[in-house]
C-alpha cells in the first residue's frame, strides 16, 4: 500500500525556520495538505493543495513541493506551532493517506 | 456554522460490531465528500474510509477492507460507518471529518468518538 514518509521529530529554536518534509511516490500528480494537530484537540488544516494557506492560518506557514517531496515551512517559530503535523495526499487509484506525523519541538 | 457530530462509540469485545453515526449541519451535506479518520491512543492519524458527495464512489484503506462499511444519508444530512469484526487494534478516536476536494483537504472535523475493542 502507498505510504508517505515524514521524519518522526524537528526541533527548532523561537525565531527559527523548521522545515518538514514528506515523501511519496505519488507526490507529483497529487496534491498535498498539511494539518497540525494539539494535544486533544483534532486536526486544523494549514496547507492545502501543496502551497495554499487557508484563512486564518499565519503567514510564517508555507508550503512547497520538489518531485516526490512536499515540504511544511514554518518561518519565525512561535512557541505556539509546537505541534504535531501531518501530511495527507493521495495514490494514484484514489485512496487516502497520512504520513506517519512529525512532532514539532519548540526548544 | 459548520458543525459535525459523531457518536456511537463504546466498548466492544473483539469480533463485535458497533455503528458509528456523524450528525452534520451548517453546509450543503449533499455538495461534499466525507470521511472517516481515526488516531489510535499516543499514535498517528490514519484515514479509513471515504464516500463521494453522491455516494456512487467509496474507499477504505486495506485494514479494515471486508470489515467496515461507509454509507450516507444526504437526506438527514448523515454519515455512517458500520463495523464489523472488530479487533483489539481498531481501538481509536474515531473522527468524521468534510472533505472539501476529492483528494482530501479536510476542512471541518468532528470533535471524535472513542471506539475500544476489548474482552
Known amino acids: 500500500s502507498y505510504e508517505l514518509t515524514q521524519p518522526p521529530s524537528v526541533s527548532v529554536s523561537p525565531g527559527q525556520t523548521a522545515r518538514i518534509t514528506c515523501s511519496g511516490d505519488a507526490l507529483p500528480k497529487q496534491y498535498s495538505y498539511w494539518y497540525q494537530q494539539k494535544p486533544g484537540k483534532a486536526p486544523v488544516v494549514v496547507i492545502f493543495?501543496?502551497?495554499e494557506r487557508p484563512s486564518g492560518i499565519p503567514e510564517r506557514f508555507s508550503g512547497s513541493s520538489s518531485g516526490t517531496t512536499v515540504t511544511l515551512t514554518i518561518s519565525g517559530v512561535q512557541a505556539e506551532d509546537e505541534a504535531d503535523y501531518y501530511c495527507q495526499s493521495s495514490d494514484m487509484i484514489g485512496a487516502w493517506v497520512f504520513g506517519g506525523g512529525t512532532k514539532l519541538t519548540v526548544l | 456554522q459548520v458543525q459535525l457530530v459523531e457518536s456511537g462509540g463504546g466498548l466492544v469485545k473483539p469480533g463485535g460490531s458497533l455503528r458509528l453515526s456523524c450528525a452534520a449541519s451548517g453546509f450543503t451535506f449533499s455538495d461534499y465528500y466525507m470521511t472517516w479518520i481515526r488516531q489510535a491512543p499516543g499514535k498517528g492519524l490514519e484515514w479509513v474510509s471515504y464516500i463521494s458527495d453522491s455516494g456512487t464512489t467509496i474507499f477504505y484503506t486495506d485494514s479494515v477492507k471486508g470489515r467496515f462499511s461507509i454509507s450516507r444519508d444526504n437526506a438527514k444530512n448523515s454519515l455512517f460507518l458500520e463495523m464489523n469484526s472488530l479487533r483489539a487494534e481498531d481501538t481509536a478516536v474515531y473522527y468524521c471529518?468534510?472533505?472539501?476536494?476529492?483528494?482530501?483537504?479536510?476542512?471541518?472535523w468532528g470533535q471524535g468518538t472513542l471506539v475500544t475493542v476489548s474482552s
Open positions: 471529518a468534510r472533505a472539501h476536494s476529492s483528494s482530501g483537504d479536510f476542512d471541518y
Open positions: 493543495k501543496d502551497t
